[in-house]
């Protein structure tokens, strides 16, 4: 079936603008995961959804960050007054089941590569 | 703090020889852990993963090594084809705020020459 798909795949923007980045999981899966990756890293963990709420946000940078999944499936990470630090890969993951479990694997999306100029 | 941290950055092998890759990680209370494989322009992709009650687990190809005395995991890729080039990333499972969370290393780029 289907794997986990991202749109864009590139945003370009300028210091200052808001941007927003869609997820689209594997259906029927529960968990989702937004992940950072800056060139040469691995990806960092941003926030975690189980269904519709977002049940752990603690590797969001500041405030300027938010995500949502209002119907448990697709999900968009809302990026305001960006900045040329905002500028990486944003990977979203999803997963069959919650992280309450250590086993557990995640399907990764190809990422959207965001550029703030 | 915790990490998790890789030793070589790069690593370059003919087609047909085995490659390692090798991973250190700190936290002792890790239970599990997985390796990805990442193409460019694409996320990362499973590979393999092993429990911390056990010591070895091979797929196709694939062998990961788990040396929970010395913190240690590594990757062992049979027979490299070009189709291995990639960057290489260790993940350990880490409970935080009541989740299991992925924490990944830096990576490894294997560079396969046909």
């Known amino acids: 079936g289907a794997g986990v798909s991202q749109t864009p795949s590139n945003k370009v923007t300028e210091k200052g603008k808001y941007v927003e980045l869609r997820c689209d999981p594997i259906s029927g899966h529960t968990a989702l995961y937004w992940y950072r990756q800056s060139l040469g890293q691995g990806p960092e963990f941003l926030i975690y959804f189980q269904g519709t709420g977002a049940a752990d946000d603690s590797g969001l940078p500041n405030d300027r960050f938010f995500a949502v999944r209002p119907e448990g499936s697709v999900s968009t990470l809302k990026i305001q007054r960006t900045e040329r630090g905002d500028s990486a890969v944003y990977l979203c993951?999803?997963?069959?089941?919650?992280?309450?479990?250590?086993?557990?694997?995640?399907?990764f999306g190809p990422g959207t590569r965001l550029t703030v100029l | 703090g915790e990490s998790v941290g890789l030793h070589l950055p790069t690593l370059s092998v003919q087609e047909g020889d085995n490659s390692i890759i090798n991973c250190a990680y700190s936290?002792?209370?890790?239970?599990?852990f997985i390796w990805y494989k990442q193409e460019s322009g694409k996320g990362p992709q499973f590979i393999i993963d092993i429990r911390s009650n056990m010591d070895k687990r091979q797929g196709q190809r694939v062998t990961v090594l788990l040396n929970k005395t010395v913190k240690h995991l590594s990757l062992q890729i049979a027979a490299t084809q070009p189709g291995d080039s990639a960057v290489y990333f260790c993940?350990?499972?880490?409970?935080?705020?009541?989740?299991?969370?992925?924490?990944f290393g830096r990576g490894t780029s294997l560079i396969v020459h046909p």
């Open positions: 936290n002792s209370a890790s239970d599990y």
């Open positions: 993951a999803s997963s069959a089941g919650g992280p309450g479990t250590p086993y557990n694997e995640q399907f």
């Open positions: 993940a350990e499972n880490s409970l935080s705020g009541g989740s299991y969370i992925p924490t």
